[in-house]
């Protein structure tokens, strides 16, 4: 019997969870422009799944690039619930490089 397709989505059921708790923590302390660094992250990671001759990372990195990319588009609408309440709102957030450039951008929705 060959458990690694269990194995496998236990882990990536792991990892989309901890896309669920960083998409809440990174907006309160850093907020949503930081989404195209998160964006770039992700697809990097999606890249470097392709080039990882090992199933087990491969398959790590592939779900770890799926769940940054869907938080980068998350981000704005996490910003959103924190101002209505739903979750701790912080004032004093980090700004990313280049603020100017990115608030011109719209960011990214599902």
Same mark, same amino acid.
């Given at each position: 019997?060959?458990?690694?397709?269990? !194995?496998?989505?236990?882990?990536?059921?792991?990892?989309?969870?901890?896309?669920?708790?960083?998409?809440?923590?990174?907006?309160?302390?850093? +907020?949503?422009?930081?989404?195209?660094?998160?964006?770039?992250?992700?697809?990097?990671?999606?890249?470097?799944?392709? !080039?990882?001759?090992?199933?087990?990372?491969?398959?790590?990195?592939?779900?770890?690039?799926?769940?940054?990319?869907?938080?980068?588009?998350?981000?704005?609408?996490?910003?959103?619930?924190?101002?209505? +309440?739903?979750?701790?709102?912080? +004032?004093?957030?980090?700004?990313?490089?280049?603020?100017?450039?990115?608030?011109?951008?719209?960011?990214?929705?599902?």
């Amino acid at each position: 019997m060959n458990f690694f397709g269990i !194995f496998i989505c236990l882990v990536i059921l792991f990892v989309i969870g901890l896309g669920f708790v960083w998409v809440i923590r990174g907006e309160r302390y850093f +907020g949503y422009l930081w989404w195209p660094y998160v964006m770039g992250l992700g697809i990097t990671l999606i890249i470097g799944a392709l !080039f990882v001759s090992n199933d087990w990372v491969s398959a790590l990195l592939g779900a770890a690039g799926a769940s940054m990319i869907w938080g980068s588009t998350e981000l704005k609408e996490q910003a959103v619930r924190g101002e209505l +309440g739903w979750y701790p709102f912080n +004032g004093k957030k980090i700004a990313p490089p280049f603020v100017d450039v990115i608030k011109k951008w719209k960011a990214p929705s599902l």
